[in-house]
């Protein structure tokens, strides 16, 4: 298994202003991905990032909005642009599991409330 | 494409009694399933995965799940309910192999009654 810290673990934002989430993975992982979560919703998933390539962002998200970075195989941030109180959320990462690459471990998640 | 449903957005249960969450699933190929539990303001936990070996998967805490390609079902059910399984539970489904993505269903809410 593999053990992912997320940093911050909370934060109060105001809107119009831009929050970095970082996520760190204790092993080298291919594939990590980016998750949303909003009050008393399910997980929607908000992009999968490889290292040296640009992220895969799913329907109804943008880069403009969401831009990931993955300078390394252990190491992602997600960036909320311009926020709004519709992005109060919890923001969670997750990696894929060798050697089963079907499972996936999720970090403690980041929750953001936008005034 | 893949999907997951989950019939019942609330399930409440006595302590000491059975607990059944269901879920229905779509699939055009054989699909890996998965049950994940999460506590209150706590991370996702894996309970459970089915990846086209055995069909009655047993999971952490006594929970096991079974799965019926005849009903595209992935029930998860338990013996016998604890105050601290009190807890989201949510369904889901990897996508085609290569991407590994994952899609949630809405999640179960479980209530154990004392």
């Known amino acids: 298994s593999a053990v992912i810290s997320q940093k911050p673990s909370r934060d109060i934002c105001q809107r119009g202003t831009s929050l970095t989430i970082q996520c760190q993975v204790d092993s080298q992982v291919t594939m990590m991905f980016w998750y949303r979560q909003q009050p008393g919703q399910s997980l929607t998933l908000i992009a999968t990032?490889?290292?040296?390539?640009?992220?895969?962002?799913e329907s109804g998200f943008v880069i403009d909005k969401f831009p990931i970075s993955r300078p390394n195989l252990t190491f992602s941030t997600l960036t909320v642009s311009n926020m709004s109180p519709e992005d109060s959320s919890i923001y969670l990462c997750?990696?894929?599991?060798?050697?089963?690459?079907?499972?996936?471990?999720f970090g403690p998640g980041t929750r953001l409330t936008v005034l | 494409a893949q999907s997951v449903t989950q019939l019942d957005s609330h399930v409440s249960v006595s302590e000491g009694t059975p607990v059944l969450l269901r879920c229905n699933y779509s699939s055009s190929y054989s699909p890996s399933l998965f049950w994940y539990v999460q506590h209150p303001n706590k991370g996702l936990q894996l309970l459970l995965k089915?990846?086209?070996?055995?069909?009655l998967v047993k999971g952490i805490n006594g929970f096991e799940a079974e799965f019926k390609k005849s009903e595209t079902s992935f029930h998860l059910t338990k013996p016998s309910a604890h105050m601290s399984d009190a807890a989201e539970y949510f369904c889901v489904v990897s996508v085609d192999s290569g991407t590994y993505k994952y899609i949630f269903g809405t999640g179960t809410r479980l209530k154990v009654l004392a």
């Open positions: 990032a490889n290292q040296g390539s640009e992220a895969t962002y």
């Open positions: 089915y990846t086209s070996a055995a069909t």
């Open positions: 997750s990696v894929h599991g060798a050697p089963s690459y079907n499972e996936q471990f």
